[in-house]
C-alpha cells in the first residue's frame, strides 16, 4: 500500500500561482507514472498533468504553457507548478501514481479561483 499527501492547494486570485505537492510513502523511483488530476462540480475527473520514471511529460491542453509538472526523487515528491490560474481551474486536485499494475490516489486538494 502506498500513501499519497497532497498538499497546497487554496484560494487564489485569477492571474495568481500556485505549487500543489504530492509525497509518497514509497520511493518514486520505482514508480512506472505520477500525475495531477483534477475533478470540478459535475464534471468528470481529468488529467492535468503526468510524469514518467524516465522524465517525459504529457500536459492537458489547458495546462499546456501554464502549469508545470516535476518531482523530487530524493523526497519522494512530485509537484504541479501553476500559473496564470483562472477560475475555470477551480477543483478539486488529486495526485495520482502507478507503481506496476497498482495505482494510487491522493485524498484532494481543493484549488478556488476566484476574486
Known amino acids: 500500500q502506498v500513501q499519497l499527501v497532497e498538499s497546497g492547494g487554496g484560494l487564489v486570485q485569477p492571474g495568481g500561482s500556485l505549487r500543489l505537492s504530492c509525497a509518497a510513502s514509497?520511493?518514486?523511483?520505482?514508480?512506472?507514472?505520477m500525475g495531477w488530476y483534477r475533478q470540478a462540480p459535475g464534471k468528470e475527473r481529468e488529467l492535468v498533468a503526468s510524469?514518467?520514471?524516465?522524465?517525459?511529460?504529457d500536459y492537458a491542453d489547458s495546462a499546456k504553457g501554464r502549469f508545470t509538472i516535476s518531482r523530487d526523487n530524493a523526497k519522494n515528491t512530485w509537484y504541479l507548478q501553476m500559473n496564470s490560474l483562472e477560475p475555470e481551474d477551480t477543483a478539486v486536485y488529486y495526485c495520482?501514481?502507478?507503481?506496476?499494475?497498482?495505482?494510487?490516489w491522493g485524498q484532494g486538494t481543493q484549488v478556488t479561483v476566484s476574486s
Open positions: 514509497r520511493s518514486i523511483s520505482n514508480s512506472n507514472r
Open positions: 510524469i514518467t520514471s524516465a522524465g517525459s511529460t
Open positions: 495520482r501514481a502507478s507503481y506496476g499494475f497498482r495505482v494510487y
